[in-house]
């Protein structure tokens, strides 16, 4: 259904959220936190609007879930680094952008974050199964159903929209909620530990 007017596109939105799978949300905090404890990295890929995601996240993990402890998350984005896309996908073939990138890296019980709204990205679809062929933990950000995309992840977050920018939104919405129920954890598991 085509958007007309901006109070209409925030019906949507809060129809959209009214039907947003919290459950999966909790797995993917779950999975986060099991990374952060165990010492496992986390690569976040994505294009476009899910690369900037992509670049958000891993900032909001990196520095932001870090809280004032010695500890920190080990998150980085696969799109953050230009020169090895660019080489990939001119010497290559543009699907191999980030699964080579994770060849160099991927290790089993890391964990390969990917995001795509429309769950069907040939460059994403590539590197998840890079990752499940390395034995990382696959964690998927979509929406349209979820595409190809979700037989590829462990935890699949599925926006119940065909509305990419609606799906955009609730990404973010949810990486931030992921984030804050992080930083919960660890500033308690702080205070725990030295009280």
């Known amino acids: 259904m ?26 993917i905090v779950e999975a986060l ?12 890929f994505g294009n476009g609007g899910s690369a900037a995601l992509a670049s958000h996240f891993a900032c909001d993990l990196g520095k932001g879930a870090a809280n004032g402890s010695g500890k920190r998350f080990q998150a980085l984005a696969l799109t953050d680094n230009i ?3 660019t080489a990939w996908a001119n010497d290559a073939n543009y699907e191999d952008i980030f699964a080579e990138q994770l060849v160099n890296f991927v290790n089993p019980g890391d964990i390969a974050l990917a995001i795509s709204g429309s769950g ?3 460059n994403v679809l590539k590197a998840l199964k890079v990752a499940r062929e390395a034995y990382a933990v696959t964690i ?6 979820g595409g190809l995309m979700k037989d590829l992840c462990d935890v699949c977050l599925i926006v119940p929209s065909d509305n990419m920018q609606i799906i955009e939104d609730l990404h ?3 990486t931030h909620a ?5 930083r919960a ?3 308690q598991n702080n205070h725990e530990a030295v009280a």
């Open 178 to 182: 992921v984030f804050i129920a992080l």
């Open 2 to 27: 085509l958007i007309t007017d901006p109070s209409s596109y925030f019906d949507d939105v809060a129809r959209v959220i009214t039907n947003m799978p919290l459950a999966v949300i909790d797995r």
């Open 33 to 44: 936190m099991d990374a952060y404890e165990s010492n496992h990295r986390i690569y976040l």
């Open 140 to 145: 998927g950000l979509t929406g349209c159903r």
């Open 120 to 122: 069907r990205s040939p």
């Open 172 to 174: 973010l919405s949810v």
């Open 185 to 187: 954890r660890i500033c």
């Open 83 to 85: 020169p090895m896309m």
